[in-house]
């Protein structure tokens, strides 16, 4: 299948500093990029679908401005945690899907952000 | 709403034991759906994908399958082993290209 690589696996932080995310799809051309939250024990939650070379769109209840995605290239889609607070603390997972949309998605390896 | 259900939400077995993992959705108008397996403080990985049109898929062990019109799917596991132990995810999509929407999982463990 796919490879998407999601960099890094882990990371802690302090609050009011800023976190990137980076997924990049290792071969293939990721035109969307779907961006997932996931609470212990809960199932994933979409936060926001990311087109290359547009704006992404947020999912109801998901801040913009706090959870800023870029999508500049076909095979890079970063997310950045801006002014983290420790309830942002999550684990966070890439998708991708290529232009067949019959094919099966695809995820990162996810990202475990601790808040501190 | 859409909304995906698993259950159990926990399944302990012994070695050896077939199992079955049960997954429904209230809106039966998917466009396909999907079976990862999640390890602990891991990403997804893909086992199986169900066209809408299609009613099962296979692969080695795994067998999966689905009944759109009742809005059901079952993922059977047979003669399970230790390393069968994860959190199995079933999510579906509604329509081509769009996010899917998952369950929160059944958590498997198999003890030798």
């Known amino acids: 299948g796919a490879v998407v690589s999601q960099h890094p696996s882990w990371v802690i932080c302090k609050s009011g500093t800023s976190v990137k995310i980076e997924c990049r799809s290792l071969?293939?051309?990721?035109?969307?990029m779907f961006w997932y939250r996931q609470f212990p024990k809960k199932s994933l939650m979409l936060m926001a679908t990311?087109?290359?070379?547009?704006?992404?769109?947020?999912e109801q209840g998901v801040e913009k401005d706090k959870f800023l995605i870029n999508h500049a290239s076909l095979t890079l889609s970063t997310l950045t945690v801006t002014s983290a607070h420790p309830e942002d603390s999550s684990f966070y997972i890439c998708s991708e899907r290529t232009g067949n949309k019959n094919t099966e998605a695809f995820f990162g390896q996810g990202t475990r952000l601790t808040v501190v | 709403k859409q909304e995906v259900t698993q259950i159990p939400a926990a399944l302990s077995v012994p070695e050896g034991e077939n199992l079955v993992l049960n997954c429904s959705f209230t809106?039966?108008?998917?466009?396909?759906l999907q079976w990862f397996r999640q390890d602990p403080g891991k990403g997804l990985t893909s086992l199986l994908l169900?066209?809408?049109?299609?009613r099962e898929q296979t692969s080695g062990r795994l067998n999966a399958s689905l009944d759109k019109s009742s809005g059901r799917s079952t993922l059977y596991i047979a003669a399970s082993q230790p390393g069968d132990s994860a959190t199995y995810l079933c999510a579906v999509v509604y329509q081509a290209g769009t996010a899917l929407i998952f369950g929160k999982g059944t958590t498997l463990s198999v003890s030798s």
């Open positions: 169900i066209q809408s049109s299609q």
């Open positions: 990311s087109n290359e070379g547009s704006k992404a769109t947020y």
């Open positions: 071969d293939f051309q990721a035109t969307t």
């Open positions: 809106d039966s108008a998917i466009y396909n």
